[in-house]
Nanobody
Framework: QVQLVESGGGLVQPRGSLRLSCAVS????????MGWFRQPPGKEREFVAW????????YYANSVKGRFTISRDNAKNTLYLQMNSLKPEDTAVYYC?????????????????WGQGTQVTVSS
């Protein structure tokens, strides 16, 4: 059984930084692509970032471009999201997900497996 477990969330002040991790277990880290999504309070889940396994191509939502960096360590079966210059509007539950194909997509329905989420709160 495939499991994705996020960690690293918490409370941070505006302009602060956090690094989220997503540990994958249950099978080899073989999905061609991985993504991060988030769900702000009272809103729908939204795409944040995406990375391909081979070549490391990345895509970001416009709202986080230049502030967030997605990366992966295939040897450790772990996905990361480095978040800098955090803003109150970044407050959300953050989820990692394993893509069904190697093609870039922001559609949550195209992701096979999801973590349980980790809360990120940006507030002074």
């Amino acid at each position: 059984q495939v499991q994705l477990v996020e960690s690293g969330g918490g409370l941070v002040q505006p302009r602060g930084s956090l690094r989220l991790s997503c540990a994958v277990s249950g099978r080899t880290f073989s999905n061609d692509a991985m993504g991060w999504f988030r769900q702000p309070p009272g809103k729908e889940r939204e795409f944040v970032a995406w990375i391909r396994r081979i070549g490391g191509s990345t895509y970001y939502a416009n709202s986080v471009k230049g502030r967030f960096t997605i990366s992966r360590d295939n040897a450790k079966n772990t996905l990361y999201l480095q978040m800098n210059s955090l803003k109150p509007e970044d407050t959300a539950v953050y989820y990692c997900a394993a893509g069904r194909t190697s093609q870039f997509t922001t559609d949550p329905d195209e992701y096979d497996y999801w973590g349980q989420g980790t809360q990120v709160t940006v507030s002074s």
